[in-house]
């Protein structure tokens, strides 16, 4: 596929991040792309997903827990929604721990680096390893950053050169000192008492005498020298090197401003004694030599911000380093951190008709699937189609009737099932109309449930018709490696899965059921909401088959061990699956079991201690 000025501008905004770089920078692609050159891009990655992922970014690491769930919204697709119904349900969990990385995994070692130069955000010292329960990390020197590098120039690029800048500018420890003592100066001033009162009429005034007097609050004792110098002390002990956090550095908020701007001066100068100005000078002074091959001269306005503009000349030559990259990456950088990642997409109904839901959910399940792996990412697509349930009786039995032949598991290859939407609604009127036939029906759900040779001749004719007719979708939507995994795939796990949540406690007794009442979760009269698990008859729920899908794909020795698992369904769904997320932290299901190992984290092989992530991609409203 050519490369588009669209599908470029894109990427190139996600990782700039955002601002009047990202648009300026669109106007160069426009004259590499349109005539399509040398850019020729993989099926990685279409211009449609490109675009569709814009705002598709993953959470820091720094902001949730691996395995504690959190929705996230996937807004740039249709509008429309589809049903949640359980006749025609579209899969999709909602839950999420993020990485560092962007879902595109071109920030894993931060997209930071931009416009061609590769920036480490590890620590540049063993020393700022220590500011890491600051959430914050410091970059290393950008200085020696190579201005032909191949990656794309960004924000983090930009940052990594200011945190350079400050630890090389200003003492950490002094500036510490002096933000302990501006503290500690800001509580020796008090209010000015109100004196009105007694200059309208002092004690004789009545309007005085009738307003209570304030209580003047106990005022300590003053500080000592020495007392002050030990908190000064303290605090220059326990300082850390200055880090991204401490930088300030924002997309401009308006184009005349530049492309970012750069606030550090603004609350650095009164902790080192030095006005704004007179601090983002020196500021600039160490930013001139490490950005100027790619920047235009840094501008202090104001009080003293400090605007960053990217030089024309560098963004041309950007994009047509982009349009000429022979790996056909658009100079995008592989991920720091490989992960192994599923994608539940699509998941039709066996018998029935893909509806809008299940094509956007396939588009869009796709299209993360091919980011992801642009990126470096081991990505497993995983078709959990509806094959099993109640409705497979009533369907065995009318095939019974109509197609016997589809009994025989030597014959029932040959039988051609013509319209399977129709073969449905046939077998509905007669299951809602016949006494007799629904009798068999729910007879023959318990044939099939316990392995009848028949029964289970009949489920694989329709699902094999079913998936002649899927292919013809996916074929035409370019959907290719879609594995299936059905329902029914997960049946020998459920019984395990109820008695593992019985046996911890979670699972109760709930007229006739057995139910997952979980923190927070209420009916609209304030009843606990339960997460039924399985029915008064046995049967089991979507809950007990996603609970037993998550433990395969994330725990058991014999499952996928997968790093990440995203769940693309509709908005709908967001409850479900936050409640079965839920309940799989709780139960553990998130946890390693004892004979398995984790996979793989970072380059270093390194076990990936934060967990397993389960997401939920929700579109519609």
Same mark, same amino acid.
């Given at each position: 596929?050519?490369?588009? =000025? ?16 990202? =648009? ?224 300030? %550095? ?163 290859? @040959? ?32 044939? #099939? ?18 998936? %002649? ?24 796990? #459920? ?12 699972? %109760? ?27 008064? @008859? ?84």
């Amino acid at each position: 596929m050519r490369i588009t =000025s669209r599908a470029v501008s894109v990427v190139v905004a996600t990782m700039l991040g955002g601002g009047a770089a990202s =648009s300026r920078f669109g106007g160069f692609v426009g004259a590499f792309s349109a005539g399509g050159g040398r850019g020729v891009v993989r099926r990685h990655v279409a211009s449609s997903s490109a675009a569709s992922l814009a705002a598709f970014r993953s959470p820091s690491s720094s902001s949730s827990s691996s395995s504690s769930p959190s929705s996230f919204s996937f807004g740039c697709v249709a509008r429309t929604r589809h049903s949640a119904s359980r006749a025609f349900r579209c899969r999709g969990p909602a839950s999420s721990s993020y990485s560092s990385s962007s879902i595109g995994g071109w920030a894993a070692t931060p997209p930071s680096s931009s416009l061609f130069a590769s920036v480490s955000t590890e620590a540049s010292s063993s020393s700022s390893s220590s500011s890491s329960a600051e959430e914050d990390s410091t970059p290393s020197s950008s200085s020696d950053l190579p201005p032909s590098s191949s990656s794309l120039l960004g924000i983090d690029w930009v940052r990594s050169a200011v945190v350079s800048v400050l630890n090389d500018a200003f003492d950490p420890a002094e500036v510490a000192r002096g933000a302990a003592m501006t503290k500690l100066d800001k509580g020796k001033k008090k209010k000015k008492k109100n004196k009105k009162n007694n200059k309208k009429g002092g004690d004789n005034d009545p309007a005085a005498a009738a307003t209570p007097a304030e209580e003047t609050p106990e005022v300590p004792p003053p500080m000592s020298e020495e007392e002050r110098r030990a908190i000064g002390d303290a605090a220059a002990a326990s300082a850390n090197p200055f880090g991204t956090m401490d930088t300030m %550095v924002t997309p401009a908020t308006r184009s005349d401003f530049g492309d970012y701007q750069c606030n550090a001066a603004m609350g650095l100068a009164k902790n080192v004694g030095m006005n704004p100005r007179e601090c983002a000078s020196r500021i600039v002074d160490g930013l001139r030599p490490i950005v100027g091959y790619a920047m235009e001269e840094p501008e202090i306005a104001g009080p003293g911000f400090i605007n960053l503009r990217f030089k024309e000349s560098y963004l041309a030559e950007a994009a047509r380093r982009m349009a000429e990259d022979a790996d056909g990456r658009l100079a995008v950088p592989m991920s720091g951190q490989k992960k192994k990642v599923i994608i539940d997409f699509s998941s039709p109904n066996i018998a029935k008709e893909m509806h809008v839901g299940h094509l956007r959910s396939t588009i869009i399940g796709d299209t993360l699937s091919n980011v992801l792996e642009f990126a470096g990412h081991d990505v497993v697509r995983l078709n959990h189609v509806g094959d099993w349930g109640t409705q497979f009786g009533m369907l065995v039995e009318h095939l019974r009737d109509e197609y016997p032949a589809a009994l025989n598991e030597e014959t029932s290859t @040959d039988v051609d099932l013509g319209d399977l939407v129709q073969l449905y609604k046939a077998a509905k009127k007669r299951f809602d109309a016949d006494e007799e036939f629904k009798v068999r029906a729910r007879e023959g759900v318990v044939r #099939l449930q316990g392995g009848d040779g028949e029964a289970i001749a009949a489920w694989k004719s329709l699902c094999a018709a079913s998936r %002649v007719e899927y292919q013809k979708i996916y074929d035409a939507l370019n959907i290719e490696g879609l594995e299936e995994r059905g329902e029914s795939f997960y049946n020998p796990f #459920l019984n395990g899965v109820v008695e593992d949540l019985e046996g911890q406690g979670l699972a %109760v007794e709930s007229e006739g059921a057995t139910a997952v009442f979980l923190d927070g979760y209420a009916n609209r009269d304030g009843t606990p909401l339960p997460m039924l698990v399985r029915k008064s @008859d046995g049967g089991f729920n979507y809950a007990t088959t996603d609970l037993a899908a998550i433990r395969h794909r994330v725990q058991l020795p014999d499952g996928e061990n997968a790093d990440r698992v995203l769940y693309v369904t509709d908005a709908g769904q967001s409850q479900h699956f936050e409640m079965v997320f839920a309940a799989a932290e709780l139960a553990g299901f998130l946890l390693p079991s004892s004979s398995s190992s984790s996979s793989g984290g970072g380059d270093d092989g390194e076990d990936n201690k934060a967990g397993p992530s389960l997401e939920h991609v929700p579109f519609g409203l």
